[in-house]
């Protein structure tokens, strides 16, 4: 059984960047995003650093999530 691949919303706080995957905390939670060569990214400058806070959509399959999107708000 393969769990199917659906639309995920995450929004937080950047607290780590490791290559290609960031970790986001906001709601009390913790979560991996992984960037691909086809995220788009839109919002302040990019790119991304921690302590940006950012909305990231993408697919959830599994445990993995892929950001397709992240919008940066950086103060």
């Known amino acids: ?3 199917k691949s ?3 919303l995450v929004s937080g ?3 780590v960047i ?3 995957t960031l970790t986001v905390a906001g709601s009390g939670t913790t979560k991996q995003v ?4 086809t995220t788009e990214y839109y919002g302040a400058a990019q790119p ?3 302590n940006d806070s950012v909305r990231i ?3 959830t399959e599994g445990e993995a999530f892929t950001a ?3 919008m940066i708000s950086r103060q």
């Open 18 to 20: 490791d290559g290609n």
């Open 68 to 70: 397709t999107r992240v």
């Open 13 to 15: 706080v950047v607290t």
């Open 6 to 8: 659906s639309t995920t």
């Open 48 to 50: 991304v650093k921690v």
């Open 57 to 59: 959509i993408g697919t």
């Open 34 to 37: 992984k960037t691909t060569d």
């Open 1 to 3: 059984y393969r769990e």
